[in-house]
């Protein structure tokens, strides 16, 4: 059986931190469902629409000056990559409940694995993770391709905290 996910109600906040402090914000979900089998999670997968990345920690021109950066190829190149997917590979429930999940995230055509917890309660499935860009070819600024940075340094890895509801 698959549940579809509502797009509309889901929410998912990313935060990417640099060495002078941190900016946040939101993208939308574009598509998704889990797969279940006697009422438990066994796949799923995901579309995020990558066009829809929005800053919410600055206003006016800051605001828009980052949101175009990170729209540019110098981060996620949205014109060429509109989209990214995690599809779920594998789910163990642990004994606690959750779930622990694999599965293949893709962004800017670059996919790698990637590992977490997901709670899921009634209508509603929850985690956070942690993101290293580095490895999806968003390089910019990053100590991991750069040398003499200094303060304009950003750090490769990113978290995203996501909701989703049924």
């Known amino acids: 059986m698959e549940k579809q996910v509502n797009t509309q109600a889901s929410n998912i ?3 990417g931190k640099k060495v002078l402090g941190s900016h946040s914000g939101t993208i939308d ?3 998704g469902k889990f797969k279940f089998e006697n009422d438990e ?3 799923g997968e995901f579309v995020m629409d990558m066009t829809t990345i929005t800053v919410t920690d600055l ?3 800051d605001k828009a000056g980052l949101e175009g950066h990170l729209n540019s190829d110098d981060f996620f190149g949205v014109d060429n990559h509109p989209t990214s997917t995690l599809v779920i590979t594998s789910v163990a429930k642990k004994d606690d409940g959750t779930y622990g999940v694999v599965g ?3 962004i800017k055509e670059n996919t790698h694995p990637v590992t977490f917890d997901l ?3 009634n209508n509603t499935a929850t985690t956070k993770l942690t993101i290293d860009r580095s490895k999806y070819n968003v390089k910019y600024n990053s100590g991991s391709f750069f040398s003499g940075l200094g303060d304009q340094t950003i750090y490769d890895n ?3 905290n ?3 509801k049924f």
Do not use: H, R, S
Request: net charge negative.
């Open 13 to 15: 906040a990313w935060k």
């Open 119 to 121: 709670d899921y309660n």
């Open 41 to 43: 999670i066994v796949g």
């Open 29 to 31: 979900l574009k598509d």
């Open 104 to 106: 293949d995230l893709t």
């Open 158 to 160: 990113f978290d995203l």
């Open 162 to 164: 996501i909701e989703l």
């Open 59 to 61: 206003k006016g021109d």
